[in-house]
């Protein structure tokens, strides 16, 4: 489980420049650190970002080690139509969290 | 030269004064009184103030949910907690305090086992687990904005002594006490840093070195670490002690948690 | 093609351990070398091997960070972000980090606005780049520093 939060308006006029803001609990792990024990600890990143609106995929991030723990992503999309937005993260080992949205375009 | 001496005559006094009157006088507050959030890049206090970005925002919100999850008892905090019955509102801002049913001084993550054990029939949870850290940092959040204060007297008389001990007195192999960084030197330079006055308001604190939400006690064990000291365990009387010297050294700070730290 | 470039990051890394014991002086300015050609390759890995144009992409980071763990970082493309003429791909090099590839953002027309905020890690102080491909194919250059600083007490 891992908590999201999502800031994005909940209504838009049609053709306006919206923004995005997502955080999510993951610690990004680097493979690089190691533990209390002097072990290492074992990478564990989220690779992927994807986020749909209106059937399409509107904006994408493949995620390297190099992005902070508890990733945030600022970004902005065009309001077309009335629909959910979804934000989808996939785990290296293919593990996958989303939310969704609801935006309504008057 | 002359700091030093008058650390010597301070720990001489506090050494050799036994009688609990001396003991229990007033901390000596660092003046102007200057929360951690002071002494950060303006970035990081940017990060702290950002009500979405904060990161320490992510356990909250999952404090939050715990905080109405009924137990398995059938209980929830929030059935007995509201906002007009045992009401949490500016709770955290006078803990450590004694538990008056075991006469123990007890902290908030204390307060919150206590809670599961007499009254949802829980066990306890793990110090510095994830759990424990969320209901601490949403509790001492319901706080934020209140200025700290706590009572020293009666059975916490003995901690609060104990815990000023703890702070003057020198330890590990750098030889140094709290004191020295954070009452003598604390506005100077220590390699990039800028020594803060060691209040610990913005806790639980989401620090950059731990890249997650930790407990005050998380972080003194770091302290002791940084000066080469056997850390102490979470939740141990000696921490225990200290977080409420450091409560009553902060009075009149406000609770800032989620802070941010470096 | 990303493992590559990956792999033999790794390896530098494990030749820089093995030779920092007796060779620390020498192995400095080696190492900044090496990261250099790092970035390059990794852009070249990300987007193919095309002229890299110096503009049009901005990188907004503070002048200091206290700890490299967690950096707030903006890049932005000017474009016009219209069905044909719009930013596709954005990335963000490091050529400190032991893998100089941070992330790389696609984008599209449908994003409006061709701007993206984030936090990464900095191992150490660094002038992080930015290259933006737009719709023409053509590839757009920035870059910003950052002086990272030591923290008083590393534990560990």
Known sequence: MATIRIAAPDTASAGEVIE?????????????????????????????????????????????????????????????TSGPIVFKWTGQDGESWSETHDLTVE | MKAGLAFLSALCLSACGDDAASTQSPPAQPQPLLSGYEFLQPQTRALQDDNFAN??????????????????????????????????AGAAA????????????????????LCRTRYQDEAPLEYESDELLSLTAYVAYLSRGTPVSVDIEGAAADWYARGRDYFETRRGQFNLSCTQCHDDNWGKKLRGDTISQGHGTGFPAYRLEWQSL????????????????????????????????????????????????? | MKTLSRQKSFARRSFLQLGAAGLVATALPLRAAADAADADAAIREIFGDKPLNEG?????????AENGNSVAITVAAESLMSPDDYVRRIAIISPRN?????????????????EISTRIRMAGTQRIRAVAELSDGTLWHGSASTVVTLAACLIG
């Open chain 2, 94 to 113: 006078h803990y450590p305090q004694i538990d008056a049913e075991s006469g123990d001084l007890v902290n908030l993550e204390a307060r919150i086992n």
């Open chain 3, 56 to 64: 049009r992409v901005s990188v907004k980071l503070p002048p200091i």
């Open chain 2, 214 to 262: 930790g407990s005050l006690h998380r972080r003194l064990r770091d302290c002791d670490a940084g000066v080469r000291a056997e850390p102490r365990m979470f939740g141990s009387d000696d921490y225990l002690a200290v977080e409420l010297y450091l409560a009553k050294r902060a009075e009149g700070l406000e609770i800032e948690t989620p802070g941010v730290r470096r």
């Open chain 2, 55 to 88: 990161p320490g925002f992510l356990w909250i919100d999952r404090g939050e949910a715990l905080f109405s999850t009924a137990a398995a008892s059938g209980e929830a905090c929030s059935d007995c907690h509201t906002d007009t019955s045992l009401p949490l």
């Open chain 3, 98 to 114: 032991p893998i100089a590839e941070v992330a790389v953002f696609k984008l599209g027309p449908r994003a409006g606005k061709a």
């Open chain 1, 20 to 80: 995005l803001k997502v955080l999510i609990q993951h610690p990004m792990e680097t493979g690089y650190r190691s533990g209390p024990d002097g072990k290492r600890i074992e990478r564990d990143i989220i690779e992927t970002f994807e986020v749909t609106y209106d059937g399409e995929t509107v904006f994408e991030a493949d995620l390297q080690p190099g992005i902070a723990a508890n990733p945030i992503f600022t970004f902005y999309t065009r309001a077309t």
